[in-house]
């Protein structure tokens, strides 16, 4: 069975420092692997996605994540911090073949320092 | 920007009593979900729901749930006889296409579920 590992509760950052969020991953098959985001008493929103096209991935506010088999993982970074970012953090993936469902992490919560 | 719409936000209920939670999808989705995240434990898949039946279920979806699309726009879950173990931030998500393809799915806020 497939599963994801996120590598901290808590993370806090400065702002304007670098921004890691880790998360790893287990799954039989390459899978299809997500970071959303949820603000306080909102939906998750998706930050974004690694479809097996790119290993570099490109998100929304300046987010990214590089996919990399080897380690199976799937970190989420930014260059630097904002206030705004402050926020809860979820690795999700699908194992695809069919399947609808996403597998989460537990999530981390990202608190930027002024 | 269309978004999934969930009521209520919260619903207290009595142990042995029926709840159904609603959500609205996206209006040009056609596949629809269920999730629940019990405090302080990951988001977890309970169904999905495509073409007016059951895609896929977890293991969590046991006879005491039920979901349904009522009319053309309402998705909602029902849990038959709620137990303290259902108090949980249950989420709806819809999508134009199966969640096993790269397809994204779009999250309501939520609704908070307390079992007393």
């Known amino acids: 069975a497939q599963s994801v590992t996120q590598l901290g509760s808590h993370v806090s950052v400065s702002e304007g420092a670098l921004v890691l969020l880790r998360c790893n991953y287990s799954?039989?098959?390459?899978?299809?692997l997500f970071w959303y985001v949820q603000y306080p008493n909102q939906g998750l929103q998706l930050l974004l996605k690694y479809t097996s096209a790119a290993t570099l991935v490109k998100g929304i506010n300046g987010f990214e994540a590089e996919f990399k088999k080897s380690e199976t993982s799937f970190h989420l970074t930014k260059p630097s911090a904002h206030m705004s970012d402050a926020a809860e953090y979820f690795c999700?993936?699908?194992?695809?073949?069919?399947?609808?469902?996403?597998?989460f992490g537990k999530g981390t919560h990202l608190i930027i320092q002024p | 920007e269309p978004e999934v719409t969930q009521t209520p936000s919260h619903q207290v209920t009595q142990m042995g009593q029926e709840v159904i939670l609603r959500c609205v999808p996206i209006s040009n989705h056609l596949y629809f979900y269920w999730y629940r995240q019990i405090l302080g434990q990951k988001v977890e898949f309970l169904v999905s729901f495509y073409n007016n039946e059951i895609s896929e279920k977890s293991e969590i979806f046991d006879d005491q749930f039920s979901v349904e699309r009522p009319d053309g726009s309402n998705f909602t879950l029902k849990i038959r006889s709620t137990k303290l173990e259902d108090s949980a931030m249950y989420f709806c998500a819809s999508s134009r296409t199966s969640g096993g393809s790269t397809d994204t799915q779009y999250f309501g806020p939520g609704t908070r579920l307390t079992v007393l």
């Open positions: 799954s039989s098959v390459p899978p299809y």
């Open positions: 999700a993936l699908n194992p695809g073949g069919g399947a609808d469902g996403l597998t």
